[in-house]
């Protein structure tokens, strides 16, 4: 089944500790990305690639890495929490082109304490 | 960055009614609209997309009319039933600014029976 699938779904974490949600997908895409959904601001996009060892910032970077190493995988890093990363994340991916159906994750939430 | 508006916020319909959801993007470059659909707990999907070299698309009881001109598409359903309760995105994809997609900030459409 084609599917991008993120991990942890649900975490509770304190500021300052660094934590990674981790992204596969299993539909040999070469571009990935991620989100934060917040109330009233809708999906705004953190990071993406278009393929292993490219990666590019979006609109809302600050406070976030990531990594491509290989081109299934897409981790978003928060290397040091703050309250206001209080959020839900997607990851998404999409074929080469990028004008084409973006396939979601099932969202990891995330609050910082 | 591309800056795309969502109205409504939310919208209430009672079951069989038509519901209209409109999104107005800044860039005349975009060239790709897709719209997201949200059920509660899981990842948008896509549901239907246009592009910009056509001015309406049809799949079932969902429809997009993309107007160039005013910078404006819609999404509209009609004969709606329950199960089309969710959030619903919006998104652009403007050509010439890099590899990235543009949300609206959602709408919450209720059926109600």
């Known amino acids: 089944e084609a599917q991008v699938t993120q991990n942890p779904r649900y975490l509770i974490t304190v500021t300052g500790k660094k934590l990674t949600v981790t992204c596969s997908q299993n539909?040999?895409?070469?571009?990935m990305s991620w989100y934060r959904q917040d109330p009233g601001l809708g999906l705004r996009q953190i990071y993406y690639?278009?393929?292993?060892?490219?990666?590019d910032k979006g609109d809302v970077p600050e406070g976030y890495k990531v990594s491509r190493k290989e081109k299934r995988n897409f981790p978003l890093i928060l290397e040091s929490p703050s309250p206001n990363q209080t959020s839900l994340y997607f990851c998404a991916s999409t074929r080469t082109g990028v004008t084409g159906e973006l396939f979601f994750g099932e969202g990891s939430r995330l609050t910082v304490l | 960055g591309e800056n795309v508006e969502q109205h409504p916020s939310t919208l209430s319909v009672q079951e069989g009614d038509s519901a209209v959801i409109k999104c107005t993007y800044s860039d005349s470059a975009s060239n790709y609209f897709p719209w997201y659909k949200q059920e509660l707990g899981k990842g948008p999907q896509l549901i239907i997309d246009?592009?910009?070299?056509?001015g309406e698309k049809k799949d079932q009881r969902i429809a997009v009319t993309l107007n160039k001109t005013a910078k404006h598409f819609s999404l509209h359903i009609t004969e709606t039933q329950p199960e089309d309760s969710a959030v619903y995105f919006c998104?652009?994809?403007?050509?010439?600014?890099?590899?990235?997609?543009?949300f609206g900030t959602g709408t919450s459409l209720t059926v109600i029976p």
């Open positions: 246009i592009r910009s070299n056509v």
């Open positions: 690639s278009m393929n292993v060892e490219v990666t």
């Open positions: 998104a652009v994809f403007p050509r010439n600014t890099g590899n990235q997609f543009y």
């Open positions: 539909m040999n895409h070469e571009y």
